[in-house]
């Protein structure tokens, strides 16, 4: 079940230490920088990392450096999450759920490319999040505006589990990275 699934996925995150996981988020940003190269995205969202999850900064000063703009994803209201872009050594401020963001002044983008955090993935590269499904529907809602973004799912090889039973709103990953290797979804038949 789901609910188990999350809960033992991220008891296992907890249990790496803060070496292990800072070594394994350089690792899985080396592991997806040709990837960046090669989609040369316009306008990339990470987050900022909260408790043990991966962290998604090497990944993002990647991002700059093949010429993106940064964004961080703010809660408009408790279900509703949109994007602001991250100037450089910007001030955060709390951006909901205990997480933090840009704050209002920054301008709000669209990203084409988001860095997506989660608490489980299988092989076919679904994923379970938080269970609040802000991730979900964002991406649902770019989706009908005709702006589909590169979903690239940043996580630690032990979060990775047997099988997810996705639901039919659950969008699978593009792609996911961790410490230990880069997947690709397998092209539409
Ligand atoms: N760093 C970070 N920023 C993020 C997210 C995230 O997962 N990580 N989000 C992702 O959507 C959005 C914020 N949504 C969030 C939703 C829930 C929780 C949370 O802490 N939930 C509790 C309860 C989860 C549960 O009951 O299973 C928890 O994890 O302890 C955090 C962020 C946008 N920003
Ligand atoms: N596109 C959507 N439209 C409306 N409701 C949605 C959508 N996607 C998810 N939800 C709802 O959000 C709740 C949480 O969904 P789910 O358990 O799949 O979240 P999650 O994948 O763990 O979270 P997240 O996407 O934030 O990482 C569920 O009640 C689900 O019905």
Known sequence: MKADQRAAALARRDALS????????????????????????SVVSGYWPIRSEADPRPLLAAARLVGAA???????????????????????????FGTYGPPETAAEVVPDLLIVPLAAFDRALNRIGYG????????????????????????????????IAAEPHDIPLDFLVTERELMAAPPHA
């Open 132 to 163: 609040k499904g802000h991730f979900d529907r964002a991406i649902a809602r770019l989706i009908e505006a005709g702006r589909r973004p590169v979903l690239l799912g940043l996580a630690f090889a032990v979060q990775e589990v047997e099988k």
């Open 18 to 41: 803060e070496h292990y996981r800072a070594e394994a988020s350089s690792n899985a940003a080396a592991l997806a920088e040709p990837l960046l190269a090669r989609l040369a995205p």
């Open 70 to 96: 940064i964004a961080l994803p703010f809660l408009a209201d408790a279900i509703t999450m949109r994007f602001r872009q991250f100037e450089h050594d910007a001030r955060l401020v709390p951006a909901g």
